[in-house]
C-alpha cells in the first residue's frame, strides 16, 4: 500500500477562520439536531425500558397484594 | 482543519480541499469537500470533476479522515454527499473498503433519521464515523 506524503502548508490556515461550506454545514446541524448521535439514542432507549421495568413492577405486586388482604 | 491533495487526470491538475467543520454539537465535525478554485479562491463541492481518477480521490479523502481522527480521536466526523450520486460513491467508498475501515473506526449510515451500524447493500442518507478507543 502507498503511503501518502504529507506536509504542512501554512497556507491553508486562512481557510481555517472561514466557512467554505455553509449549507452542507446548515444541513449537517439540522440533521443531527433531528436524529442525535448514534450513542447518545442509544442509551435514552436503553434507559427509558428500564425504567418502565422498574417503577411497573412493584407497583402491580402492591396493588394484587392489597387487594387479596381486602377480600 | 483543512487538507489540500492534486487530482492528475486527463483534465489536468486539479487541485482538491477538504475541510474539517465543528458543528453544533461537541466533538462532531462536518466532513466538506470539494475543487479548490484559485480565481475565486472558493471551494466548489457541486463541480463534477471527471478527471478519471474518482477511486484515488475518495482513497485520499479516507486518509484524511484517518489523519484528522489521528490527531484528534475524540472526534466524530459527520459527511454526505452533495447530491444523491455522491452519497452513494461515499458508500459504494465505505462498503469497498468496509473491513479495513471497521478495524479502526466504528461506521454508522443514517436511515429513516435514525442512525444504524453500516451494513452492506443499504442505503443511507448520511455517514457517522469514529475511531474506536
Same mark, same amino acid.
Given at each position: 500500500m502507498k503511503v501518502p506524503i504529507v506536509r504542512i502548508d501554512p =497556507?491553508? #490556515? =486562512? *481557510? @481555517? @477562520?472561514? #466557512?467554505? *461550506?455553509p449549507d452542507k454545514l446548515d444541513e449537517a446541524n439540522r440533521i443531527l439536531e433531528r436524529v442525535g448521535v448514534p450513542g447518545e439514542k442509544l442509551k435514552k432507549s436503553t434507559s427509558a425500558k428500564k425504567n418502565v421495568l422498574v417503577l411497573n413492577e412493584p407497583t402491580v405486586a402492591y396493588k394484587k397484594k392489597k387487594s387479596k388482604r381486602k377480600a | 482543519m483543512a487538507y489540500k491533495f492534486v487530482s492528475k487526470g486527463p483534465k489536468g491538475q486539479i487541485t482538491k480541499l477538504v475541510r474539517y467543520t465543528e458543528t453544533n454539537l461537541e466533538n462532531m465535525y462536518n466532513l466538506g469537500f470539494g475543487d479548490y478554485n484559485k480565481e475565486t479562491d472558493n471551494i466548489d463541492d457541486?463541480?463534477?470533476? %471527471? %478527471?478519471?481518477?474518482s477511486q484515488k480521490v475518495l482513497n485520499t479523502v479516507a486518509a484524511t479522515v484517518r489523519a484528522f481522527s489521528a490527531k484528534y480521536p475524540d472526534a466524530k466526523i459527520f459527511a454526505t454527499g452533495s447530491t444523491i450520486a455522491r452519497t452513494r460513491l461515499y458508500r459504494i467508498g465505505i462498503t469497498n473498503n468496509l473491513s479495513e475501515i471497521q478495524k479502526d473506526f466504528k461506521v454508522y449510515g443514517l436511515k429513516n433519521d435514525t442512525w444504524h451500524k453500516f451494513k452492506k447493500g443499504e442505503n443511507y442518507e448520511a455517514f457517522l464515523v469514529e475511531r474506536k478507543k
Open positions: =497556507k491553508l #490556515n =486562512k *481557510f @481555517e @477562520e472561514r #466557512n467554505l *461550506f | 457541486e463541480v463534477i470533476t %471527471n %478527471n478519471g481518477d
